[in-house]
Structure formats: structure tokens, C-alpha cells
């Protein structure tokens, strides 16, 4: 590895610590170093002395009351819930083209490139547990985030996914600014609620979202 080389590093690795000072939510930011538009295929001397952002959509995803089915049906019953919890989440999001990002114990964080996929990734999987034992929630966010060594990611729109879905009621999916346009045809919009949400605030017109009564899943 060049001086050169090690010098840039440690100038990108700088700035990277000076990252709370950004507003990830934007899509401008006044922070020196941080581009929130590029491609991925710049020069390596460009990309290790800035701060890329990236636009993703999180949607966060977990099994309600799942610590008192373990008390009431037992461990094995449990692990049996989580296993086919996890075969079905990762069938639903390779069929839509979303990234699992990480297990959460009872739970995922789901990224799509593409808000649209997302929706539809935690709606289908909210759906699919409809009269089961156990019910699924989840909340969806996006905008522009730091990609933190290349598999963590850093900002408001997930940490605002992630307090979505922990806002949730059982078999509720809620949402906040995502662009109309991205809402799946077969989905709808069910109503709205107002809602404090720990480390992000007062939130309004969040959107409970579903799909159309005469969607069937097969």
C-alpha cells in the first residue's frame, strides 16, 4: 500500500468521524467530503477522500410477543417459529429483490435500491402471518444514509424504520414519506396516526399501510 494511499485512508477515516455533524436525512449536506450523489464507479482516489451517501429503503420487521410464546409453547416450538420466520423472509426477499441486511433475533432489516420493493417485501410477509399464532409488524423509511464498512448502515431513515416498527401494532405496517408513486398497485393506504417516537420525535401522518381486499396470496 503506497504512503499515498495510507494518507487518503486516514483523511477519509477522519472525516468519517465527523459525521455526526451530518443531517443523513438530505439530500444535500454542508459537511467538506461527503457526496450523497456517487455512482460507484469513480476513480479510487475520489472515493477514499469523500464520504458517500447512498439512497436505501429499510423496512424493519419482527414477530410480536414472541418472548411469551417461548413461555407458553416452550423453546423447541420457539426455534420452529423463528426457523420458518427466516425461510420465509428470505424467500419473499429474493423474489422481490431486497436485501436482508441482518437478523434481529425475532426479527430482520430488510434494504431495498427501491422503495417499492421494500413495501412489498414487508407487506407480503405482514400478510402471510395473518392468523397465525404469532403476528408480524414492520416499518418502512428511506432516504440517504452512510454506508459504514460496506454492510452497516448509518442515519435517520433507518434508525426512523426501525422506531416505526417498534411502534406497530400486531399485523401493522407503517410508513412516512415514501414518494406515492412507489406504493404498490395491490397495496393500499388504511389510514393515518400521529405518533412520539423515541430518538426521532413527534411524527405526523404516518401511513398504516395493506393490501386491497381482493388481493389473494396463493
Known amino acids: 500500500m503506497s504512503l499515498s494511499f495510507d494518507r487518503r485512508l486516514a483523511s477519509g477515516r477522519a472525516a468519517l468521524r465527523a459525521t455526526p455533524r451530518l443531517e443523513l436525512g438530505c439530500r444535500r449536506s454542508s459537511v467538506s467530503g461527503t457526496s450523497p450523489s456517487q455512482t460507484g464507479m469513480e476513480d479510487p482516489r475520489d472515493l477514499v477522500e469523500s464520504i458517500p451517501l447512498f439512497e436505501r429503503a429499510f423496512a424493519f420487521i419482527d414477530l410480536c410477543g414472541f418472548t411469551s410464546f417461548i413461555s407458553s409453547s416452550g423453546e423447541h416450538a420457539a426455534i420452529d417459529a423463528l426457523n420458518a420466520f427466516r425461510v420465509l423472509t428470505r424467500d419473499i426477499a429474493t423474489r422481490r429483490g431486497v436485501r436482508i ?118
Request: net charge neutral; aromatic share 6%.
Open 101 to 218: 441486511a441482518k437478523w434481529l433475533g425475532d426479527g430482520a432489516m430488510l434494504v431495498g435500491v427501491e422503495v417499492g420493493p421494500a413495501i412489498a417485501a414487508a407487506a407480503e410477509l405482514i400478510a402471510r402471518y395473518e392468523g397465525q399464532p404469532l403476528a408480524l409488524r414492520g416499518g418502512i423509511a428511506h432516504g440517504w444514509v452512510l454506508l459504514f464498512e460496506g454492510d452497516d448502515y448509518i442515519g435517520r431513515p433507518a434508525n426512523l424504520a426501525a422506531r416505526l416498527c417498534d411502534a406497530a401494532r400486531p399485523g401493522e405496517l407503517l410508513a412516512v414519506g415514501y414518494p406515492a408513486s412507489t406504493l404498490p398497485p395491490w397495496m393500499q393506504v388504511l389510514g393515518t396516526r400521529s405518533l412520539t417516537l423515541r430518538g426521532v420525535g413527534r411524527i405526523r401522518r404516518v401511513q398504516r399501510l395493506g393490501l386491497d381486499p381482493d388481493v389473494e396470496l396463493f
